[in-house]
């Protein structure tokens, strides 16, 4: 099925231990996007990229690095997880004319 | 900057009953609106969206919102809840020339029989 494909589903790190959170579209989407979901807070755009070869930062960039490999792919990165980065993570791609399309997120703990 | 603010933290509703999720927006200009709709522990799925046009929009699963320009408002209705509405619901905003979408922080939906 066409959509966003994220992984893992679940991660449990420890504080100061580093990962990446993949993403994958093939619906050809130019722009690729990158939510942290938290209780009471809506999603918070981290990182975006309007299209292949350029990123950048959104409303809660700390902590965060992206990589926009190729068209289909945009990986976000932890370099040193920490507590406060727990959370659920939603990567999306967007077509101008249909909207987003989300993935089905990451639950990330950090303990 | 552009804003949403859904009023409504908690709302439940009679099955059978209707429904409406209020959404108040903040833009300078006539933005792009969304509902979008998730399960627990599932993704986020469209409801619906206004670009331009006809103010009241027809989505999925029986839902319609209107865009009221002189309110700020993007409410959802639905005329008759069945209980596998029971989620969280979240408006968002987008700038017709941006790519970015900002979320209210939802409206959590609980049907009782």
């Known amino acids: 099925n066409a959509g966003v494909t994220q992984t893992p589903k679940f991660q449990v790190l420890k504080t100061g231990q580093s990962m990446t959170l993949q993403c994958a579209q093939d619906?050809?989407?130019?722009?690729m996007y990158w939510y942290r979901q938290d209780p009471g807070m809506g999603l918070r755009l981290i990182y975006y990229?309007?299209?292949?070869?350029?990123?950048d930062k959104g409303e809660v960039p700390n902590g965060y690095n992206v990589s926009r490999l190729n068209k289909r792919e945009f990986s976000l990165r932890l370099e040193s997880a920490a507590p406060s980065q727990t959370s659920v993570y939603f990567c999306?791609?967007?077509?101008?004319?249909?909207?987003?399309?989300f993935g089905s997120g990451t639950r990330l703990t950090v303990v | 900057a552009q804003s949403v603010t859904q009023p409504d933290i908690h709302i439940t509703v009679s099955e059978g009953a209707s429904l409406e999720l209020r959404c108040n927006y903040s833009?300078?200009?006539?933005?792009?609106l969304f509902w979008y709709v998730q399960s627990p522990g599932q993704g986020l799925q469209l409801l619906l969206k206004?670009?331009?046009?006809?103010?009241l929009v027809q989505g999925i699963k029986g839902f319609e919102a209107e865009f009221k320009r002189s309110q700020s408002s993007f409410n959802l209705r639905k005329p008759s809840v069945h209980w596998s509405d029971a989620a969280e619901y979240f408006c968002?905003?987008?700038?017709?020339?941006?790519?970015?979408?900002?979320f209210g922080a939802g409206t959590t939906v609980t049907v009782r029989a």
């Open positions: 999306a791609s967007r077509d101008g004319a249909t909207g987003y399309t």
């Open positions: 619906m050809n989407h130019n722009s």
């Open positions: 990229s309007a299209s292949e070869g350029t990123t």
């Open positions: 833009y300078g200009a006539t933005p792009y």
């Open positions: 206004y670009f331009s046009g006809d103010t």
């Open positions: 968002a905003v987008g700038a017709p020339d941006d790519y970015k979408l900002s």
